[in-house]
């Protein structure tokens, strides 16, 4: 265990212990319906997401969540090593809070099944305010089991386990300034590798001149990121807001990501843009896209999310108040549309749809992608 | 070739850990807040909620997540893969 668990299970410890003045708040009772759509590289995936949160016995609020993903898939992997296919994930998940003086328990459990993956995670978080409600700490311990499988291989079944230490701040800095701290420790252990992705490398007996092997990765994997966020209050009743995450891993990649944005209410209507840059300048130290011959290391990989590559997101938000004043039971209502379009440029991955060139010289990969999330909600 | 993997270091990420665990034992005292609670209707105000809409940003991080190859401290807590 190293040193950084340690760190966050002694927090949780004394968060639990310690007693201070001020009471937190749970969260709003609300619905959500949404529905999403990504639509890029090859592939879209669609479905409907359900929230629905209630308080109860004054001390308590109940979450469930329903999610579908109908994934269509034609992506590069899978048209030059695979071929297309259909499939459908369902998720369930439901969470408890419990409000006692001034902290808060959470339990969560997640369930989620599709064809060739089984995972079932339980969370369990602390958060409590302090210094007159300036600061709330949280801490939080998650724990995944997982199975992986292989369509047209009955016999195969991996299991991967996956734990994760969470610690968040957030602090009031001024009456117009808001930051946010997060820090998570993610270890993984297990089936690591997608059962189906190939790697490529050299073979003058091809009349393409490489051939294609299964991955093989690490069977251990430990990750650190923390990110800080900073939200300001505008005189014009809007705000501006900015981020960024660090990321490394034992796989030896590192990522940075960065976000600016701005929320600006007009009437009955909340708009919101935001731009996020993602740079991964360092991929998987076993990553490659044409080895030098076949089984040339002991781990391999040609997942190009494990490559070195960039990318972009501009997002727009529109909300519309469609229930002002509250209606029976409801208190109030929005309308949401969010739209984001995506772009990924990948420096060493390359496109293998265009062919008659001498392995490794193909144009670098690259596509773009269309978000969108409709969804209504309520308050009540 | 052997692949050689590395762990990343954490000496200043435990002694921000402890600074922390300070700071969550100061809360047992009393301190005189520097933005009083009428100072902070600013704060209060739907636009500058981090998690304004969850259903959404839970949905956003998982579409990021599956095609990165960072993961965590977003704020919220994932499960399932969906990713192949």
């Not at chain 1, 734990?163 to 602090?171: D, N, P």
């Not at chain 1, 009349?207 to 092997?213: A, F, K, R, T, V």
Request: glycine share 8%; net charge negative.
């Amino acid at each position: 265990m190293n040193i950084a668990r340690i760190g966050i299970l002694l927090l949780i410890v004394v968060a639990a212990l310690v007693r201070s003045a001020v009471g937190g708040v749970l969260p709003e009772d609300r619905v959500d319906v949404l529905l999403h759509s990504f639509d890029g590289g090859g592939i879209t995936i669609q479905g409907p997401s359900l929230l629905v949160r209630k308080q109860f016995a004054q001390k308590f609020s109940v979450s469930a969540n329903y999610y579908i993903d109908k994934v269509q898939s034609a992506s590069i992997d899978v048209i030059t090593t695979a071929s297309p296919y259909t499939e459908e994930r369902k998720q369930w998940s439901v969470g408890l809070d419990y409000l006692h003086d001034r902290w808060m328990l959470n339990l969560g459990i997640i369930d989620s099944e599709e064809p060739d993956y089984s995972s079932k995670t339980f969370s369990f978080g602390i958060s409590q305010d302090l210094f007159g409600d300036l600061t709330t700490v949280s801490l939080g311990y998650s724990l995944g089991n997982n199975e992986v499988r292989r369509r047209g291989d009955p016999t195969f079944k991996a299991p991967m386990q996956t734990q994760s230490y969470r610690l968040g701040i957030s602090q009031i800095l001024t009456k117009n300034l808001l930051m946010g701290f997060s820090y998570e420790t993610i270890s993984d252990e297990g089936f690591l590798n997608n059962p189906y992705r190939q790697v490529r490398y050299v073979d003058p007996s091809s009349p393409q001149g490489y051939s294609y092997e299964r991955e093989v990765y690490p069977h251990t994997r430990t990750s650190d990121a923390a990110s800080l966020r900073l939200r300001y209050y505008l005189p014009w009743r809007a705000a501006i807001y900015g981020e960024y995450r660090a990321y490394s891993d034992t796989w030896q990649i590192k990522g940075n990501t960065f976000e600016i944005g701005y929320t600006h209410p007009h009437k009955g209507w909340l708009f919101d843009g935001m731009l996020r840059l993602y740079d991964q300048p360092k991929g998987a130290s076993f990553y490659s896209d044409l080895f030098p011959y076949s089984t040339s290391q002991n781990f391999m990989a040609r997942h190009k999310e494990l490559s070195q590559f960039t990318s972009q997101d501009i997002r727009l938000q529109a909300s519309y108040d469609i229930i002002k004043g509250g209606w029976k039971f409801l208190d109030k209502g929005t309308l949401n549309i969010v739209y984001d379009h995506m772009l990924f440029d990948y420096q060493n991955f390359r496109d293998l749809r265009v062919t008659g060139m001498t392995p490794g010289t193909e144009p670098l990969y690259t596509f773009d992608a269309d978000v969108v999330q409709v969804f209504v909600s309520f308050w009540f | 070739m052997r692949t050689k993997l590395e762990s990343p270091s954490l000496g200043a990420l435990g002694r921000g850990l402890i600074a922390a665990a300070m700071l969550c034992a100061l809360g047992a005292c009393h301190m005189e807040p520097w933005v009083k609670p009428y100072e902070r209707d600013h704060l209060a105000d739907p636009v500058m909620s981090f998690d304004r809409d969850p259903v959404s940003s839970v949905y956003t991080d998982h579409v990021h997540e599956v095609r990165e190859g960072s993961r965590g401290a977003t704020g919220s807590a994932g499960g399932g893969c969906g990713c192949n």
